[in-house]
């Protein structure tokens, strides 16, 4: 809880009880401890955070930080020279005369700083450091922001408290039985009393729009914060990306609302306007009037150009975009040309693709398989032989049949010519005289 000396000492002073001397010292005493205690600063993990101090101080300022009792020095600056305690090395600066930053805030920053000039005390800030989660959305659309506490289970309606912060600011608050909203929000937001009891703080928003976008608080009961203790919002507008032939019609959602302007910008980054829809009524440019109607909470653009290539905006009646159309209007004769082109760059390549194939088949059948089959029965060829044996020279030679008689696919062989085995007779010996004589016979 954060204390106001200005929202105490009034109420003092209002009581009988304090006229004398030492409740008057009291209430000085109080004012000067008090001193400047501002709302408690509320930052995400590693964002920059600002503890504001509206003081001035011309001699010896000195800010620190007091977590779990302790006093750490965060930054002392005299004059213009500052030094920098441990922990906020290069991180901790002087803006705006006593005001402090630092940045980025880490996890461990969250506590209570003081700034003092001197011995007086100038001002004693809160920094709350966040770890949010993120919820994304569309404009228009419907969004849940998740929080959940222990919260008793059969506790009454009336006693039932809980609070809902955007940004610091109040957006839903549930007390005593009653609901109250933050500007702008009365019938949009809602949180559901039955879940409660179940500890299902969740708060609901409907038709989105981007000034919705932020920082979302949830707190129960005395201000204790719910988990996650913060959800980040982010609101985008539609972005739809088609296609359309000449001709076609174009259906826009404008999603219902009160007023919507539709513009179109072209791909030369030419911008116009197209209509402006108000309760189902279209005021539209004479180029669009006579192509231009509403169908319940649609706009139809119907005959469809080439010249309606672009992008079609659509703005809520304060400006926020809701939806980008952007449209590509594509004529038949053109995507019968683009299929020609394609077909003459595609087919060329199929073909020759399809011939080398055939022709590697080709190959393959006709010289590879049989060469590999000729060098198979090669190696199982086997040699002829000739076995003449003493014993046997009357007998014919025994001459073995070549393995290339069983090859079948393979080209015959030449013949070798062989030496016939003859018959011979022993010759009988006799004088070389007679035998001379013999043949001169």
């Not at 090669?378 to 030679?397: D, H, M, Y």
Request: glycine letters at 6%.
């Amino acid at each position: 809880m954060v204390l106001n000396s200005q929202a105490i000492l009034p109420t003092m002073l209002s009581s009988g009880t304090i006229w004398n001397p030492v409740g008057v010292l009291l209430i000085f005493v109080l004012q000067h401890a008090l001193a400047e205690i501002s709302k408690p600063v509320v930052v995400n993990l590693r964002e920059t955070s600002v503890l504001s101090c509206n003081s001035t101080c011309k001699r010896e300022l000195l800010w620190t930080f007091k977590p779990n009792s302790e006093n750490l020095q965060v930054l002392k600056c005299v004059q213009a020279n500052c030094i920098e305690g441990d922990g906020f090395k290069r991180r901790a600066k002087i803006n705006h005369g006593t005001s402090l930053t630092l940045h980025p805030s880490l996890y461990n920053d969250e506590g209570w700083y003081e700034a003092r000039c001197d011995s007086e005390i100038l001002c004693t800030v809160h920094l709350d450091v966040l770890v949010p989660s993120t919820v994304n959305a569309s404009v228009q659309h419907n969004v849940t922001l998740p929080c959940y506490a222990r919260t008793e289970k059969q506790m009454a309606d009336d006693a039932m408290k809980i609070l809902w912060k955007k940004d610091g600011e109040l957006f839903l608050e549930v007390r005593n039985g009653h609901t109250s909203y933050g500007s702008g929000f009365t019938k949009r937001a809602s949180i559901s009393l039955n879940d409660y009891w179940d500890g299902d703080l969740s708060l609901s928003i409907s038709m989105l729009t981007l000034s919705d976008s932020g920082l979302y608080q949830c707190y129960y009961e005395t201000e204790e914060p719910g988990h996650p203790g913060a959800v980040t919002l982010t609101v985008t507008a539609h972005r739809i990306v088609t296609e359309r032939q000449v001709g076609d019609n174009l259906t826009l959602d404008v999603m219902n609302s009160k007023r919507v302007t539709v513009t179109f910008t072209n791909s030369e980054g030419v911008g116009m306007l197209v209509c402006s829809v108000e309760e189902g009524t279209s005021s539209c440019d004479p180029k669009y009037k006579h192509r231009v109607f509403v169908v319940n909470a649609s706009l139809v653009l119907s005959g469809l150009t080439s010249a309606d290539s672009g992008s079609f905006t659509l703005k809520d009646n304060v400006g926020n975009i809701m939806s980008v159309y952007t449209v590509t209007v594509k004529d038949m004769a053109e995507i019968c040309s683009g299929i020609a082109v394609l077909t003459a760059i595609l087919l060329p390549i199929i073909l020759i693709i399809f011939v080398a194939l055939a022709g590697l088949i080709l190959w393959y059948k006709c010289y590879r398989k049989p060469q590999q089959q000729q060098r198979n029965c090669c190696f199982k060829r086997q040699p002829s032989t000739v076995n003449i044996e003493t014993e046997l020279l009357r007998e014919p030679a025994n001459i073995g049949l070549s393995q290339e008689e069983t090859c079948h696919h393979v080209q015959e062989q030449p013949d070798i010519p062989h030496t016939p085995v003859e018959e011979t007779s022993p010759e009988i010996g006799m004088p070389t005289e007679k035998k001379d004589t013999f043949f001169g016979e």
